[in-house]
């Protein structure tokens, strides 16, 4: 089975500063990776995804993500944040080469931005 | 434009009482899920369909109740076995099969019970 930890429930930041969000995965199988974005009220909206390939991956909003297979990690990092990017965001998981769609989900982490 | 829609966007229940929760899609996807929100718990799987007639139970299936009759509908029924059902309820889609299998999500649903 595949789980996913998200360290930080909440990141506060300063407007311009850089940001680092943690997500490690445990699984005994090859996996996909995924990060979500959840603004206030709104479903969840794709920032990135790792399939294969480069580990590092860019994703929409300036995010991106490196995949790092020994330390079973899957941090998301923006160099510089904005107001608008105030929002909860969530690592996913799943199973590669499965007929079965289910993704397993973090708990959350909830990015504030500071003036 | 394709995409999801969710409805009502909030709902209130009288305890109970079943509610049904609408999902619509027009991307012409196979698989579809529910999942509920709650605040610290990320998202945890109600009931997920892979094709029109068929679904199975996610990790939180008790309470609740799924049809999939059309490829394009998914509706949740929240029953009055449901003991906690205040929350917020997210419906999403994906092609399916063992492709990368992306998920695509609606607005949600805030279900308060009274």
Known sequence: ?115 | DGGITQSPKYLFRKEGQNVTLSCEQNLNHDAMYWYRQDPGQGLRLIYYSQIVNDFQKGDIAEGYSVSREKKESFPLTVTSAQKNPTAFYLCASSIGGPSTDTQYFGPGTRLTVL
């Open chain 1, 1 to 115: 089975a595949q789980s996913v930890t998200q360290l930080d429930s909440q990141v506060p930041v300063f407007e311009e500063a850089p940001v680092e969000l943690r997500c490690n995965y445990s699984s005994s199988v090859s996996v996909y990776l995924f990060w979500y974005v959840q603004y206030p009220n709104q479903g969840l909206q794709l920032l990135l995804k790792y399939l294969s390939g480069s580990t590092l991956v860019k994703g929409i909003n300036g995010f991106e993500a490196e995949f790092n297979k020994s330390q079973t990690s899957f941090h998301l990092r923006k160099p510089s944040v904005h107001i608008s990017d105030t929002a909860e965001y969530f690592c996913a998981v799943r199973r590669t080469g499965s007929s079965a769609s289910k993704i397993i989900f973090g708990s959350g982490t909830r990015l504030s931005i500071r003036p």
